[in-house]
């Protein structure tokens, strides 16, 4: 079956198509869905995540197969390379993986729409988000650049929810940290809007909770994408099988060893997972025009 890459198999169940925010959404100029987070709900979330709370989500009984194409990243984590806690309510917490690109607020991280988007459940009620912080560097518990708290995030009106595959992206904003900008203490990677030939050499990365390393540190995966195209939407895709948790994370073309550094091309979408639990193959939205404007608008957050 083809399921949503986002969270542990627990979770994955719970998601069907729909719109779901965590609080009062806020103004912002052109065709974004933004959600604003309170003050009191960022403090909140921050107080919630501890670091008992992060490894917690990799105890779990009911972890994904370990991957055997993906394989844990062996050198320090990329710059603006971090993972996504979230809480679902109904569903509980769960985690993603984003990435830094740069901004005019030097705040704004990429992830799946999915990861901020949690839909409807069976009964047909929204799935909240909220909890939402985001750790740049996360590695075995360390938090190296510390723990931001997003205050809004956002997706294009295009993207239709948790099953949709066609601009399954999404932005957030951060709030400093001790005065300290997350594109400043953490870094960036380059993003680009204008599609790479195909087939392309990529680096997929991202954070599956797992049994190979549960949640707790980096996966890649140095595979071709190869761009698909129907009469909906383009999508690249990858035979890499990273399991729930690494939606969201970057596809890049042209990493440099040296410094860590790509260009952002896509990001995690969706993963046709077998019976056994077992993740065969991913796919990103092709970014659109949607998806590039909402990214130029994100500095505005």
Request: hydrophobic content about 40%; aromatic content about 6%; glycine content about 10%.
């Amino acid at each position: 079956m083809t399921s949503i890459i986002t969270r542990s198999a627990a979770t994955l169940s719970l998601l069907t198509v729909a719109l779901a925010v965590s609080s009062a959404p806020v103004d912002a100029a052109g065709a974004d869905v933004v959600t604003g987070v309170s003050a009191a709900d960022r403090a909140a979330a921050l107080s919630y995540w501890t670091p008992e709370r992060m490894a917690a989500l990799g105890s779990e009984g009911h972890l994904a197969p370990a991957e055997t194409i993906g394989k844990v990243w062996d050198a320090p984590v990329p710059p603006g390379v971090g993972r996504l806690f979230l809480t679902l309510v109904p569903g509980g917490d769960a985690s993603c993986t984003a990435t830094v690109v740069p901004s005019s607020s030097k705040d704004v991280a990429l992830t799946a729409g999915h990861c901020v988007n949690g839909g409807l459940d069976r009964r047909d009620n929204p799935i909240k988000v909220t909890n939402v912080v985001f750790v740049p560097g996360y590695h075995d518990g360390e938090r190296p650049h510390g723990v931001f708290p997003v205050r809004a995030f956002a997706w294009p009106d295009t993207y239709h929810g948790p099953t949709s595959a066609l601009d399954d992206d999404a932005v957030i904003a951060v709030d400093p940290v001790d005065g300290g900008h997350v594109a400043e203490v953490a870094g960036t990677q380059d993003i680009s809007f204008e599609a790479p030939p195909s087939p392309v050499g990529t680096t997929l990365l991202g954070y599956p909770v797992s049994r190979l390393a549960r949640g707790e540190a980096l996966v890649s995966c140095v595979l071709p994408a190869t761009l698909r195209t129907n009469s909906v939407y383009s999508s690249w895709r990858s035979d890499c099988d990273m399991a729930g948790g690494s939606s969201g994370g970057p596809w890049l073309r042209d990493l440099d060893p040296a410094t860590g550094r790509g260009t952002v091309f896509s990001v995690t979408s969706m993963g046709t997972v077998n019976g056994d639990g077992v993740t065969e193959n991913l796919s990103g939205a092709a970014f659109t025009d949607a998806v590039r404007d909402l990214y130029q608008r994100a500095g505005d957050l």
